[in-house]
């Protein structure tokens, strides 16, 4: 297990009308909690858990540097991005929290 590791992530809304990116050193748990409704409030308000993306990295402090630079990003790119790891904008983590639905 590398206690270092850290992702950086992009969650939608069923529509895809809103993206939110953030940071975790846990990304299986912090998924939990989104989908539970206890993640971020902009998240709650915007019903915004479904994972679309996600990177791995091995620095929480590249990891934060990503996330911001992502979050600079036009709309079209954040899309582009997404669309190159899951085509189909498909919830990535569907089936690791099924019980929290």
């Known amino acids: 297990m590398n206690l270092n590791r850290a992702y950086v992530y992009i969650l939608s809304n069923k529509n ?3 993206f939110y990116i953030g940071v975790t050193n846990d990304l299986e748990r912090r998924m939990r909690e989104h989908k539970e409704g206890s993640g971020s409030i902009f998240t709650q308000r915007y019903n915004v858990n479904v994972l679309v993306y996600y990177e791995i990295h091995n620095d ?3 990891a934060i540097k990503r ?3 992502l979050k600079a990003w036009k709309r079209d790119w ?3 991005l997404i669309r190159s790891m899951n085509a189909d904008m498909i ?3 569907k089936d690791w929290c099924e019980d929290a639905l």
């Open 91 to 93: 919830d990535l983590a």
């Open 67 to 69: 996330e911001k630079q």
């Open 16 to 18: 895809l009308m809103v």
């Open 60 to 62: 929480i402090r590249q």
């Open 78 to 80: 954040k899309i582009e």
